[in-house]
Each structure stands twice: as C-alpha cells, then as structure tokens.
C-alpha cells in the first residue's frame, strides 16, 4: 500500500515555473497545479534553543494531526469553486478520512539546505494567483495518548515521555469553519500564499523554533498560531519502504533451503506489469522490460540476531511516475552468469515521485 508522504531532504532552491505564451485572438486561460506540504526547517535549533525555561533537546518527536485545509483566492468576490478549496483528507482508497498525521523531525545534515517534510494534498488544480490560506489540527489536551488521529510530543527522557500537543487559536478563518467533527480542532496558520503558473510545490515551513511552545507551570505544550512561512521546493524525489517479514520475505519462493538468496528491488517506469519486469541482461530486454535502477534490501537486526527491519529506498528519482518490484532471486540476476529463473515476486502499481519529496511503498 502506498503511503504518500514525504520523509527526505527537501532543497530550499526557488520553484521556477515557465509561463505560457499567448495572443490576443486566442487568450490561453493560465493554469497551475499545487502539491501543499510541511516542513520544519529549523529542527536542530529548535530542539537546541528555548524561548522559556525548557530545554528543547528533550524534545524527541513532534506529530501534528492535520484536519482541514481552505484556501480562497484574494480579490475575488466570487464563491464558487475556482476561488475557494475545502481540502479534507482521503485513505489510499479514495475514502474521507478525519486527519492526516504528519511527524516533524529533526534536519537530516548539517546542511539547512536540507529538510525533513510531508506532503498534504498532491496536484490540486487552482488558478495562478494570491490565496490566503488556513490550516487546522486536531488538538490533544490529554497526555499518554499518541494515536494516529491525535496530535502529540515525544519527550526525549528515558521513559520517551507523551505529551498532548494543542493550539490556543480557535474559529474561522477567511470566512469558512472546518467541517463538523467530534475532534477538538484548533487553527495553527493563517498565511499568504503566491501560486504561480505550472506546477508549484510548496512546503509550510513550522519552524518548530519559533512555533512551539511549553508551558512550565502545568507542563503543557502547544504551537502558536503565528510564525509560519512557506517556500517552493525544487529537485529529485525519493522512493522508500519496508518489505513485510511474514507475508512477503517469508513467502517469497526460494530456490534452494541452502542457497544465499539475495532480496533486491527493481525501479521501472510507468506501467509496467509485473510479468513484464526484466532483470539487467540487455538480450533479455526484447521481451522484457528494463530496470531503470536497483537496491538490495537492508536487513537490520536485534540484539539477539533475529530480524527486525527489511527496508529499501531509491535516491536521485525524477519527478514522475514509477513502478517498483521486489524479488528474493537477485542473485539470479548477473549479466554473465544468470538464470532464467530470475523473477520479481510481488510489484507496485504506479506510483507518484514529486519534486524533493520521498514516496513510500511497503511490500
């Protein structure tokens, strides 16, 4: 199942997006696509520098559930739905779902350049121009509970203490409320945002330094409605993810009980089946089709050598779309020695790599 979000590097380089041509007897109406995520470019100080008395070292994991998205056009009168967006959150199967849990962590490199993020929506069709636009969580009073659908802090004492996470802002914003739920719902941004023409991926930047904020006296933390901002990212996506121990590693043909099997996974282009997924023999692609990459899989282990993790990931992906299979026969697979029984065991359907961003499929 995919999961669409993003766990990377993020490159803070201006999104430069190439606008249209036209004339004046045939007007080109302008058009734009928006991927709306959420970022946190100053993690490492956030948890380094405190704006009260407790130290944000201690902080080990901030997870916001996000509720409701509006964005409305500025300068328009007009209600309908080229001027306005009601975002709510879908499942992978196309079905509402309440909130969006996204985990905000700390910069991966020294290097600001880079940045943790998650997307919320991918490709929304809006007009180019200025919106302002809303965002809402789902508010946590209550400590010990770290739920998908709840908004909460991990801090980083010996127990990995849970903290509930709220905001003190409340109400509507640019005249819309979020739609009626039995969750505590609490506004956290309020912003401006420029669309341009093209496609525009853009990240809120939380700014966890600025934003967060722990009251001592009765131990509570909560983010402040203010000191938000937003930037347009650039570059090569990501494709990541686990392979499941017992319904895929475990089942996964082996070819003999004594053979070294070596587990790896295929990067192809769009829409290829899995029975059309060829391995690196150049004769064999007549018939089959080429991988663009490969990784092997990285087993990590427990104290006591049994495994734990089966994990993958892809660098350097293009923006696009992909199929991915994985295969515990990559040993089959040699230019000079291989073996027609080489196959790939189970694959993805397409899946969407955006600018900077990770796309993670578990097998």
């Keep these: ?18 606008c249209g041509s036209s004339d004046d007897s045939n007007p080109v109406t302008p058009t734009a696509k928006l991927t709306l995520g959420v970022a946190n470019t100053n993690a490492s100080e ?4 405190s704006n009260t008395k407790k130290d944000y070292s201690n902080v080990d994991q901030v997870s916001i559930a996000f509720t409701y998205v509006y964005l409305k056009k500025q300068g328009d009168s ?20 309440e909130t969006r849990q996204v985990h905000l962590r700390d910069i991966t490199d020294e290097d600001t350049s880079y940045i943790d993020a998650h997307y919320l929506f991918p490709e929304i069709d809006v007009a180019p121009g200025k919106y302002q636009v809303c965002v809402y969580m789902h508010t946590n009073p209550n400590d010990d509970n770290a739920a ?3 908004s909460y802090l991990i801090e980083n004492d ?17 005249g819309a409320k979020p739609p009626t739920s039995n969750y505590d719902t609490g506004r956290i941004v309020v912003k401006d945002l420029e669309v341009l023409e093209g496609d525009n991926f853009i990240a809120i930047d ?5 934003t967060l904020k722990h009251n001592q006296g009765q131990d509570e933390w909560s983010l402040k409605p203010q000191g938000y901002s937003f930037f347009h990212v650039s570059g090569e996506g990501r494709i990541s993810g686990e392979i499941d121990n017992e319904t895929v590693r475990k089942m996964c043909p082996k070819i003999t009980e004594d053979e070294i099997n070596i587990e790896a996974v295929y990067l192809y282009p769009r829409d290829t089946d899995i029975l059309n997924m060829g391995d690196v023999r150049e004769e064999q692609h007549v018939d089959k089709v080429a991988p663009l990459a490969t990784t092997e899989v990285a087993v990590t282990l427990n104290a006591d050598g049994s495994e734990q993790l089966a994990a993958y990931h892809f660098d350097n992906v293009t923006n696009g779309y992909y199929t991915v299979g994985y295969t515990c026969q990559a040993h089959l ?5 291989a073996d ?4 790939i065991y189970q694959a993805s359907e397409n899946l969407r790599v955006f600018p900077s961003a990770t796309t993670e499929y578990n097998f």
């Design 1 to 18: 199942m995919t999961y669409p979000k993003t766990i990377i590097a993020i490159s803070l380089a201006t999104l430069l997006s190439a």
């Design 46 to 49: 956030a948890m380094a520098l």
């Design 78 to 97: 007009d209600d309908s739905d080229e001027v306005e967006h009601h975002l709510t959150f879908e499942d992978d199967e196309g079905n509402s779902v």
């Design 148 to 150: 998908e659908d709840l």
């Design 158 to 174: 010996e127990n990995l203490t849970v903290k509930g996470l709220t905001t003190p802002s409340q109400g509507a914003c640019a």
């Design 206 to 210: 939380f700014g966890l330094k600025h």
């Design 333 to 337: 697979d040699d230019p000079i020695d």
């Design 340 to 343: 027609d029984s080489f196959e």
